[in-house]
């Protein structure tokens, strides 16, 4: 069956999701995270686009980007390949790290785009891994946090807006944008292989950890797709644990 072809944006503003192959985890440790945004960084030097927000999620990442001159299309398989060859290798993996296209949601006007930004500033609160927006290290938006340096900022998003574009970014969303939705359950096999990497050891040593720690493992792992079932079988913990921890 045929591609259907991707949605154009007018103005060359788009919100991207980018997610790895089967639900596969694609940032693992913080190394990970600064690696991604160094390839990002390198992508927009020599493609010329422009990054208005980002998060990364574990398993998937969320960008606003203006398009240049070369398609978004080759810009991010660019990406794709060059974080690849950072990743596979550190954890010993063959294959696709990526879905084999992204996807991606054409934004024409302004109330759209910025609403877009509120969605990915709002992912990391939803998802359980952090109490304030802003306080996600792996977050950033044009005009209010950014400390990567990666970020445009045009004149309306500078310092003497910051607080009126804080209250609009804690606001409910007002459309519906690209989101990780639930996909088939990973077999066991699957989910212990995404775990002890998440970990960095066999899951059944993940009880033993000290609680903040294995908490977050925990709630790294089910924002992947593993559910708390799994972890719980996995990890030899009480489902009732594992339910606290994603609390």
């Excluded at 400390?147 to 500078?158: F, I, N, V």
């Excluded at 970990?199 to 033993?208: D, G, M, R, V």
Aim: charged share 25%; aromatic share 8%.
């Amino acid at each position: 069956m045929p591609r259907t072809a991707r949605e154009r944006s007018s103005v060359g503003l788009y919100h991207v999701l980018l997610r790895g192959a089967d639900g596969r985890i694609i940032f693992t440790d913080d190394e990970d995270c600064v690696s991604f945004l160094d390839t990002l960084r390198h992508s927009r030097e020599g493609n010329g686009f422009l990054l208005y927000a980002y998060c990364l999620m574990g398993s998937h990442a969320h960008l606003l980007i203006k398009e240049a001159a070369i398609p978004i299309d080759q810009a991010f398989k660019r990406v794709g390949s060059s974080y690849s060859h950072y990743y596979n290798p550190k954890y010993n993996l063959n294959g696709r790290l990526f879905q084999d296209r992204f996807q991606s949601e054409a934004l024409n006007d302004n109330p759209h785009f910025l609403d877009a930004m509120r969605f990915i500033c709002q992912n990391p609160v939803k998802a359980g891994l952090s109490k304030t927006m802003f306080s996600y290290p792996w977050l950033g938006c044009s005009g209010v946090t950014e400390s990567h340096g990666l970020l445009y900022s045009p004149d309306e998003m500078k310092d003497e807006k910051r607080r009126e574009l804080v209250t609009f970014l804690r606001a409910p969303c007002e459309f519906e944008h690209l989101e990780v939705k639930s996909s088939a359950r990973l077999s066991d096999e699957k989910a212990a292989e995404q775990l002890a990497r998440i970990a960095n050891c066999p899951p059944e040593e993940i009880a033993a950890f000290e609680k903040a720690k294995r908490n977050a493992i925990l709630q790294t792992a089910h924002d992947a797709g593993i559910s708390i079932r799994q972890l719980a079988r996995l990890c030899g913990l009480g489902k009732t644990v594992v339910e606290r921890a994603l609390k």
